[in-house]
């Protein structure tokens, strides 16, 4: 900095590197060499020399205001404005952390129907005439349902006859045991003197399957084994169908009483199978039944219906 003719010494300061802030460090250090250039003309105070006359330093001056327009026209070329010089010499900004992406969940799917669901079956096929109406039976079961102290928040929102004349009832109800066990609390609303309720079970997926070579138990005085004979003596003896819900008990395949005497014949079960996997098991293997160890499991072929006559 230059007063009344004297310099005071420049302290070095360091700069960052952008462009503009580069062209600026030039022309500071083109002043310290122009002043350089200057005759050392301080005296310290305890020097009786006289001090020296002032120097002129205007064209020192003169030649400093010249490259410093230099300088600037050169700078001013580059950038458009200040605020571009601000730009180059500021840091680029860190990327800010962009927030957690949120796992991507699907819709909950609505295909079909995941209402809670049971089957009501009847003793023997209800006749469709005296079946009651669809609107008659769901009005009756919420009837009895909404007046019962533990049930009253089950409701019954439609109903179904199957092929098999069984009654599937689907609800709004916090689990199928739980609408089983309101419906058998009001079995009074599905039961008249044509229509007797055998059980209520819940809407599961069956399997059936034959079993071949057993012996009939048929002979000249004594009818072929019933069905719950034949359940009882499988379940006795092979764990593999004691493990089984049985839905539909053993049931001769052909009429035993067409059969001739200590024959052997074949069998159908059905039991439940939600996945499959107990007929994957059974398929192949062996059951033990009267004495016969080599008892074949077998899928279930439906019998060829006889061709009807013109």
């Known amino acids: 900095m230059m007063s009344g003719g004297t310099v005071s010494a420049l302290q070095p300061i360091l700069y960052p590197t952008s462009p503009f802030e580069n062209n600026l460090l030039k022309l500071l250090q083109s002043i310290r060499t122009e002043i350089k250039e200057i005759p050392h003309i301080t005296t310290p105070l305890h020097d009786p020399t006289p001090p020296a006359p002032n120097i002129d330093v205007t064209p020192v001056v003169a030649a400093i205001n010249e490259k410093f327009e230099d300088l600037k026209r050169e700078t001013t070329s580059s950038l458009k404005s200040f605020a571009d010089a601000v730009k180059l010499s500021a840091p680029a900004p860190s990327p800010s952390p962009s927030p957690p992406s949120k796992p991507k969940t699907s819709p909950p799917s609505l295909k079909g129907n995941h209402l809670p669901q049971a089957v009501i079956r009847y003793q023997g096929r209800v006749d469709p005439k005296n079946r009651p109406s669809f609107v008659n039976l769901v009005s009756n079961l919420n009837t009895s349902l909404h007046d019962h102290p533990k049930f009253s928040h089950v409701r019954v929102v439609g109903v179904k006859w199957t092929v098999a004349s069984n009654l599937l009832v689907h609800a709004q109800a916090p ?101 499959g996997s107990y007929t994957h098991q059974l398929l192949g293997s062996s059951l033990t039944a009267f004495g016969n160890l080599r008892c074949s499991v077998k899928a279930w072929v439906p019998p060829k219906k006889p061709p009807q006559k013109s």
């Open 175 to 275: 689990s199928p045991s739980a609408l089983i066990a309101a419906l058998e609390a009001v079995r009074p609303a599905l039961t008249d003197q044509q229509m007797i309720i055998t059980d209520i079970i819940p809407n599961a997926k069956w399997s059936r399957v034959t079993l071949s070579h057993v012996y009939t138990g048929k002979g000249p005085n004594s009818p072929a084994h019933l069905p719950e004979t034949i359940h009882e003596e499988l379940a006795t003896h092979n764990p593999s169908y004691a493990r089984l819900t049985i839905r539909q008990p053993p049931s001769w395949v052909r009429d035993p009483t067409t059969s001739k005497d200590d024959q052997v014949s074949s069998i159908s079960f059905t039991f439940e199978d939600p996945d």
